[in-house]
């Protein structure tokens, strides 16, 4: 099992940057493959934002964000960031920390979320 945190939200003017953080721990948190960033906006589905893979640090980002934003972990892989530049009214969402593991096919393990606000 993985717990998830998230932190790292809150309110910036448009062109600001925040970086949210993700803390994992419980039993197989050194199993996770791969995990990511999701965000949800009012009145919108949740969609993908980024993801890093564990093993090799390999990234992938959504169009949306690419250029912008930067997904990294830290050196004892039990820590997430997402690192949000030049950032836009569009990015407004509650953001989700997510986990897959070696047995996992798809992101089964989830953060509270934490709301990022961009003003105009």
């Known amino acids: 099992q993985v717990q998830l945190v998230e932190s790292g939200g809150g309110l910036v003017q448009a062109g600001g940057s925040l970086r949210l953080s993700c803390a994992a721990s419980?039993?197989?948190?050194?199993?996770?493959?791969?995990m990511g960033w999701f965000r949800q906006a009012p009145g919108k589905e949740r969609e993908f934002v980024a993801r890093?893979?564990?093993?090799?640090?390999?990234?992938y980002y959504a169009d949306s964000v690419k250029g912008r934003f930067t997904i990294s972990r830290d050196n004892a892989k039990n820590t997430v960031y997402l690192q949000m530049n030049s950032l836009k009214p569009d990015d407004t969402a509650v953001y989700y920390c997510?986990?897959?593991?070696?047995?996992?096919?798809?992101?089964?393990?989830w953060g509270q979320g934490t709301q990022v606000t961009v003003s105009s």
């Open positions: 419980g039993r197989t948190f050194s199993s996770i493959t791969f």
């Open positions: 890093i893979s564990w093993g090799g640090g390999n990234t």
């Open positions: 997510a986990a897959r593991t070696t047995s996992d096919l798809e992101y089964n393990y």
